[in-house]
């Protein structure tokens, strides 16, 4: 796919990209690492695959009654979920009633490592949310206030279809930045703006050879 990059990071192909390389910072707390998940991502999606043939992809309601345009599932010890009661994480995946599938080792790899080259060493996921969008898709501005523990960051990882994600700031009606994710690139959020408003436009139509007319979104949290 052609894209506006420059040349600067090289050919990440192949290997892991040092600590730090290819760092752009996006806020205070928040990092984008462009194309780190790239040499990762067909593992991730056959990793999905996997997730989705025991958890499917399903489209929730939320609270106010609306069925969401992106389909939903998790893995990890906990997953996230929205109904007429509210959001929340749960251990067990209320379509199936068994537990949520475990948390893919190449998932977790590429988390652990990304958070690490955004300077939060620490980092250990217990829950990973996947989010699939097709052609106009979106999701509108909301904050992440469901975890546990608000000094731990959130590791995002785009896969497929690029889309416009828009940042915000502490309060709904701050006009938010807009800024374009492709296939592999990862956002490690944490720290001052962790509660900053965000979501994502609109998804533009396309072809993506990994995941054909989608974009995925993996979020990883310490939810628990
Ligand atoms: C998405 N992401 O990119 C939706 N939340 O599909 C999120 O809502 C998000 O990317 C918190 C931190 C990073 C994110
Ligand atoms: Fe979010």
Redesign the pocket.
């Known amino acids: 796919m052609k894209g506006r990059r420059g040349g600067a990071t090289g050919d990440l192909f192949g290997s892991a990209p040092p600590a730090g390389a290819g760092a752009e910072p996006l806020a205070e707390g928040a990092t984008i690492l462009r194309r780190f998940a790239e040499a990762a991502a067909p593992a991730l999606v056959e990793a999905i695959e996997r997730v989705v043939a025991a958890a499917p992809f399903r489209h929730m309601v939320t609270p106010g009654g609306y069925t969401m345009s992106?389909a939903m599932t998790n893995c990890g010890r906990l997953g996230w979920v929205t109904d007429r009661s509210g959001y929340r994480y749960t251990t067990t995946d209320p379509t199936t009633r068994r537990p949520w599938p475990a948390l893919p080792a190449v998932f977790r790899d590429v988390a652990t490592r990304a958070a690490a080259a955004a300077g939060f060493a620490e980092f250990e996921p217990d829950a990973c949310l996947i989010?699939r969008?097709e052609p106009r898709a979106r999701?509108s501005l909301?904050q992440?206030r469901n975890e546990r523990d608000f000094s731990a960051p959130?590791v995002?990882v785009?896969l497929g279809l690029r889309?416009v994600?828009l940042f915000g700031g502490a309060r709904r009606q701050d006009r938010p930045r807009r800024i374009r994710?492709e296939s592999g690139d990862v956002?490690v959020?944490g720290g001052p703006t962790r509660l900053a408003f965000?979501?994502?436009a609109p998804l533009p139509d396309g072809e993506h050879p990994l995941t054909g007319r989608h974009?995925i979104?993996l979020?990883f949290r310490k939810a628990g």
């Open positions: 992106i989010n969008y999701l909301h992440d959130i995002s785009s889309a994600f994710l956002v959020w965000h979501g994502v974009r979104n979020t």
